[in-house]
């Protein structure tokens, strides 16, 4: 069984709903979709898509350009030997996670198909039957912002990440209130910067909000910044962007900078790197998402796979962009959101999808061994 070929695919994902980060919004995002065929004829989904270019380092257009370098390599490799496959990636090019993230997700997609096991059981097994999500409330005034959450709550959500950032602090520390006030008991509430406060104003609002309950995500830029105020906020410290492999997870554990993680699928380059930060995360107590930046069905069933691998206790939850948008590649079989949980998708071995040869049209790129 070898690689015979990559394909590459440009999807477009029509936004459905405004979502809003610190000095971004999403508008519509080029998902990235990767088919790996084997010597058999058999198909394997990948997918890449950020949510904006403010977000992360990564380009979707990047991603597509990075496919050029990243999927010669491994044409001709055997598709199940993961480790093999990620060396040959890393070995030719340095960075760009995303795009060996798709390919490496293909690969595992690939090997369920081939051996009639699902990824989830291919990762360990499942340790739930169904994945917690969390839904994100936007930057908006303060009443807004409450009736939003409380509108998630009648339907069933009981994680919710506020967002802000990118105006004054009073602003949000208004918005944090005004949501905290709203909130049901089994309600666990995330104030999500997305990188947009100054280490000061993290300060500021952990301890004019020290009297709720809740975990401050990615308040700073980086990680130095984290480090300087850790010792001064009064909550929980979630890391996201600045979680990028294995070594800066380790690195942020050992110190005890980070009390849980925020973790993208493409950001950390696919399902066998993740599988190494699960484990690393699990034996040390550390709650962990799987999430993913934006993207389609072949993404939300990543994330949720290795979601519902999680030891449940330390499982911040999937999140997936299914609600925000309107190109869904599988309607039956893709993962969807009810009442704050996500089933794993049941179509078949693999990622669980039925997908139709063909249905994203022509590809911009094919890479093969001929
Ligand atoms: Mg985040």
Redesign the pocket.
Known sequence: MTIREVRVYRVPLETQARYTMSNSTVSTPESTIVEVVDSSGLIGYGEACMASPQFQPAHNGGIRESLSVLAPAVVGLDPTQLGVVNAAMDTAMAGHAEGKAAIDIACWDLMGKKLDLSVVDLLGGSRTAEVHTYHVVGINPPEVSATEAIRLQDEGLTHL?LKAGGRPIDEDIAAIRAVADVLRPETELTV?T?RGWSTAEAIQVSQACADITMSA??PCATEAELLQLKEHIRHPL?V??NATDLRSIARMISSGLANGF?LKLTRVGGLTKMRAVRDLCMATRTPMSS?DAWGGDIIAAASVALGATLDPHFSRGAWIAHPYHQTHYDESNGPRIEKGFVTLPQGGPGLGLVLEDGQFGDPVAVYSDV
């Open positions: 990440q999500d997305n995500e990615q979630v996201d962007e925020g999430d």
